[in-house]
């Protein structure tokens, strides 16, 4: 099965900061990866899908990158909203693999 | 509007069975392949099993593989999940989520249900 390995597990940010959130597969998937948020208690939620393609209703400064091994979720200007844990998931072939997860906290 | 709907989980011992459901409505559901997606408690998202639109392709995951059947009603437009042998590691809350592209089955989950919980115990 394919590894996905996020970077960092865990930040601590303030609000307005920009944050880089790194995923990478042990072998390439073209751009078959989707980032989905998730808080606690609730569904995830698709932000990003084909590695670069917003989700209708998400907002402009959440952004994705990459293809092949390594891929990157930016989220330009952080938002109390967006404090949140957050996954990448590749489906490039199966068994579809997410990777571990990045805590986002408030600093 | 879309609504996930999942149904069926609860207490269940070691090597015992269960099946979850889960109803969709406010799209053609027969259009859209549909995943089962569990988390256990405190962890991390791990993908379980995808079907097609027509119920004829299905895929799992190896922990899975052999032990979970998923299958769909496209005239009731519910999806399933059969568990059986289940074990301490399957105490879950299993989400049902639709796929983004109708006729393409992809890991991009558009609208998911609130989950239901799973627990594996004696």
């Known amino acids: 099965a394919i590894q996905m390995t996020q970077s960092p597990s865990s930040l601590s940010a303030f609000v307005g900061d920009r944050v880089t959130i790194t995923c990478r597969a042990s072998?390439?998937?073209?751009?078959?990866l989707a980032w989905y948020q998730q808080k606690p208690g609730k569904a995830p939620k698709l932000l990003i899908y084909a590695a670069s393609s917003l989700q209708s209703g998400v907002p402009s400064r959440f952004s994705g990158i990459g293809s092949g091994t390594d891929f990157t979720l930016t989220i330009s200007s952080l938002q109390p909203e967006d404090f949140a844990t957050y996954y990448c998931l590749q489906d490039y072939n199966y068994p579809w693999t997410f990777g571990q997860g990045t805590k986002v906290e408030i600093k | 509007e879309v609504q996930l709907l999942e149904s069926g989980g609860g207490l269940v011992q070691p090597g015992g069975s269960l099946r979850l459901s889960c109803v969709a409505s406010g799209f053609t559901f027969s259009s859209y392949a549909m995943s089962w997606v569990r988390q256990a408690p405190g962890k991390g998202l791990e993908w379980v099993s995808a079907?097609?639109?027509?119920?004829?392709?299905?895929y799992y995951a190896d922990s899975v593989k052999g032990r979970f059947t998923i299958s769909r009603d496209n005239s009731k437009n519910t999806l399933f999940l059969q568990m059986n042998s289940l074990g301490a590691e399957d105490t879950s809350v299993y989400y049902c989520?639709?796929?983004?592209?109708?006729?393409?089955?992809?890991?991009?989950?558009?609208?998911w249900g609130q989950g239901t919980l799973v627990t594996v115990s004696s």
């Open positions: 079907i097609g639109g027509g119920g004829r392709s299905t």
């Open positions: 072998q390439g998937i073209r751009n078959d």
């Open positions: 989520a639709k796929a983004l592209r109708p006729s393409k089955v992809a890991g991009s989950f558009d609208y």
